[in-house]
């Protein structure tokens, strides 16, 4: 396991000073962005689409890795990889058993490929892919909304994944990550962090992404 990196949820930043935020970020040292799609229908909630993704896109050369919360996501790979996305990740339950043909999809464009599941829906659905993908995510909340308070059961699949995946995948956990529950999930095997709200909610991003830092060293 590698030294954990925290991505910046930027669903909570404010896109009114898209360029503001980015320049904040990178003066925080961070070292890729975490950008949330989604379309109404695989999850309650409607955020943005590939224009968005291609503006962070002009205004930073940092990875973009992005999280389709989308129905059928098969349709979209290609344009969200002309958008500028390095790392597409989708979900399980919306890809079905279209999961592992979108991930070669998605790596035969050159993208990182990344499959995620839900809370309540059981480690094993992702096992098929460790070798597959370059990447899983955990989720901690139910997908749709920033700001929601971490389910513990991520813990329990991060070291299942932990175990039994080649050391090369990378694992990352979404949702409810802050200064009290960030520990925990490093400890678990987690290398990549989103975090939004705790964040986002404080003036300093580099002071707060320190803190997050220090907290989340396992010991
Ligand atoms: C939730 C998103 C998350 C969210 C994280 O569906 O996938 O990336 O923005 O935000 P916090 O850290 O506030 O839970
Ligand atoms: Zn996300």
Redesign the pocket.
């Given at each position: 396991q590698q030294a954990p990196v925290i991505l910046p949820?930027?669903?909570?930043s404010d896109f009114s000073d898209m360029r503001g935020e980015v320049e904040k970020l990178e003066a925080a040292g961070v070292q890729a962005l975490?950008l949330?799609v989604?379309d109404g229908n695989f999850?309650p909630?409607l955020t943005y689409g590939m224009p968005i993704v291609a503006a962070f896109r002009k205004l930073t050369e940092l990875p973009l890795d992005v999280?389709l919360?989308i129905e059928n996501p098969e349709r979209y790979i290609r344009q969200f990889y002309e958008a500028g996305a390095d790392i597409i990740t989708i979900h399980e339950e919306a890809a079905g058993s279209d999961t592992g043909k979108i991930l070669e999809e998605i790596k035969s464009l050159g993208c990182g490929a990344g499959v995620t599941i839900n809370p309540d829906i059981p480690v094993e659905r992702v096992l098929p892919f460790v070798d597959k993908a370059d990447l899983i995510l955990i989720?901690?909340?139910?997908?749709?909304?920033?700001?929601?308070a971490?389910n513990p059961v991520a813990l329990e699949k991060l070291k299942t994944l932990r175990e039994v995946a080649p050391p090369e995948l990378l694992l990352e956990v979404?949702?409810?990550?802050?200064l009290e529950t960030v520990q925990a999930c490093t400890e678990a095997g987690a290398d990549l962090l989103?975090?939004?709200?705790?964040?986002?909610?404080q003036s300093d991003y580099g002071a707060a992404i320190d803190e997050l830092y220090r907290t989340a060293q396992v010991s």
């Amino acid at each position: 396991q590698q030294a954990p990196v925290i991505l910046p949820s930027v669903l909570s930043s404010d896109f009114s000073d898209m360029r503001g935020e980015v320049e904040k970020l990178e003066a925080a040292g961070v070292q890729a962005l975490h950008l949330d799609v989604m379309d109404g229908n695989f999850v309650p909630n409607l955020t943005y689409g590939m224009p968005i993704v291609a503006a962070f896109r002009k205004l930073t050369e940092l990875p973009l890795d992005v999280h389709l919360m989308i129905e059928n996501p098969e349709r979209y790979i290609r344009q969200f990889y002309e958008a500028g996305a390095d790392i597409i990740t989708i979900h399980e339950e919306a890809a079905g058993s279209d999961t592992g043909k979108i991930l070669e999809e998605i790596k035969s464009l050159g993208c990182g490929a990344g499959v995620t599941i839900n809370p309540d829906i059981p480690v094993e659905r992702v096992l098929p892919f460790v070798d597959k993908a370059d990447l899983i995510l955990i989720m901690s909340v139910n997908a749709g909304f920033g700001g929601q308070a971490f389910n513990p059961v991520a813990l329990e699949k991060l070291k299942t994944l932990r175990e039994v995946a080649p050391p090369e995948l990378l694992l990352e956990v979404d949702g409810g990550v802050n200064l009290e529950t960030v520990q925990a999930c490093t400890e678990a095997g987690a290398d990549l962090l989103v975090i939004g709200s705790a964040i986002f909610n404080q003036s300093d991003y580099g002071a707060a992404i320190d803190e997050l830092y220090r907290t989340a060293q396992v010991s």
